[in-house]
């Protein structure tokens, strides 16, 4: 079983596994020990085999699905692409009026050299309507504002720049103007700046050719046109590297670029939404950020309240997290009028984020489901009693942290043992994005 659940993991890992066996009883331990919902399609883009988990996400029975075709598109969809290109493959398709959901498809090659495809729901959330979203919560002043700025902002193409403490929602805030906007038919893509090094940056925004460099197996499509006739969302757009920004400038003014190994000028047409938690005036006054990219992204400018400016949307965000929290463990929780007070009067320096960790927390602590005030422990550790902060080692510099950083690099760390280093699978389980995982690795040094 173990040597089965490392195949499971590699899966995420590797574009091409080997299955051990063929027969039915290794099939099934395979498709059981995958967390996540999964299906297995063979070359005739035939459902072979699926797990319970994917059972229960579809409300469907396995023997309704054995054997029939892997989707209505078939044969154009994404899985005869794979079998066509033989390359992993991210996608967001829509479940129904109320459900959209992103899968993840790799290659599967058992020990005859036979190519199978193994698909996993990796994220899934509600659709937005028109004039509303799941995750915009609030009804005070300054947050009705705020949203009003948004909707204006989503009905001009021109660039986007939001701005706001870490943790206020700023990629919820991009993917409501998107849903607003008429764009909303094209998906979202999300760039995450932070992981755009000087080697990455031109490949995964730009693309390249197959032998472009070392390992650069096929043809592949940059964000950039991936995003043509919608919305790119550049997210933390201040940690861009500096030697970078004049190509993403070019880019954005002509809306034409070349992939890394081409000489072939591309074009694409697409509306920017850029982020950041730094202040990108006194970067560009300190020559850290170019000045015309800044005036090329910061032409419809919105300011995202702190969660401390909308102490009265506390009791709705908590009654939204609460909810989601006992969706995922098919609970039913509450919470106490003294808890609530004491989550009114933080000031709340991590913002919607920090409150998000603070219930999650109080969700694990608290008895039969009900939240009282002792449960409510995040505050006093970051803001009341302000530990001395210690040091811990990293590869790049030390790193202060705090007894509750340090309990949460803990409990990353006994996930990263737990699914073998693979990412997707950690960020599913926090619940948080691939893109936040990230950012918390390199900030406890455990990349």
């Known amino acids: 079983m173990a040597e089965q659940s490392t195949l499971v993991m590699s899966i995420l890992q590797t574009g091409i596994i080997t299955l051990m066996s063929e027969n039915s009883i290794s099939l099934e ?245 850029c982020a950041t938690h730094r202040n990108l005036v006194e970067m560009v006054k300190a020559g850290e950020f170019r000045e015309d990219l800044f005036y090329r992204l910061s032409v419809f400018p919105v300011q995202i309240p702190s969660l401390r400016e909308r102490l009265k949307d506390i009791p709705a965000l908590t009654d939204y997290f609460l909810k989601q929290f006992g969706r995922r463990d098919e609970q039913e929780y509450s919470i106490s009028k003294e808890a609530l007070i004491k989550l009114l009067q933080h000031q709340w320096p991590g913002n919607i984020r920090e409150l998000r960790n603070c219930l999650q927390l109080a969700c694990s602590l608290c008895d039969n489901q009900h939240i009282e005030e002792g449960d409510i422990s995040y505050m006093q550790s970051i803001n009341m009693l302000e530990p001395e902060p210690y040091m811990m080692k990293s590869q790049e510099a030390p790193i202060k942290v705090n007894p509750l950083q340090q309990m949460e690099r803990d409990v990353i760390q006994t996930l990263l043992q737990k699914h073998q280093g693979n990412r997707k699978l950690i960020a599913a389980e926090m619940d948080v994005s691939e893109r936040t995982l990230y950012r918390k690795l390199k900030r406890f040094g455990l990349n």
């Open 29 to 273: 331990s395979l498709l059981e020990t995958h967390e996540l919902p999964f299906v297995i399609i063979d070359a005739s883009l035939t459902i072979v085999g699926l797990n319970k988990a994917w059972e229960k996400r579809h409300t469907v029975c396995k023997e309704e699905l054995i054997g029939k075709a892997c989707c209505q598109n078939a044969p154009n969809c994404r899985h005869g692409e794979l079998f066509k290109k033989l390359e992993p493959y991210i996608s967001t398709e829509i479940v129904n009026e109320k459900l959209q959901q992103t899968v993840k498809g790799y290659p599967l090659l058992d020990h005859n050299g036979t190519v199978f495809l193994g698909e996993s729901i990796v994220q899934s959330h509600a659709r937005l309507g028109p004039g509303t979203s799941s995750k915009m919560i609030g009804s005070s002043a300054i947050f009705s504002q705020f949203q009003n700025k948004l909707l204006k902002a989503a009905k001009t193409q021109a660039p986007i720049f939001l701005a706001g403490e870490t943790g206020t929602g700023k990629e919820v805030a991009a993917e409501f103007i998107h849903k607003h906007s008429k764009l909303a038919d094209q998906d979202l893509v999300v760039v995450d700046c932070t992981v755009l090094t000087e080697a990455l940056f031109e490949s995964e925004l730009f693309g390249h050719e197959k032998g472009a460099f070392t390992g650069a197996t096929g043809v592949k499509k940059g964000l950039f046109e991936i995003a043509d006739k919608s919305t790119l969302f550049l997210d933390e757009i201040g940690e861009l590297p500096l030697s970078q920004q004049p190509k993403l400038l070019r880019a954005l003014e002509t809306g034409q670029f070349r992939r890394v190994g081409s000489n072939k000028a591309l074009q694409s047409n697409v509306r920017i939404i």
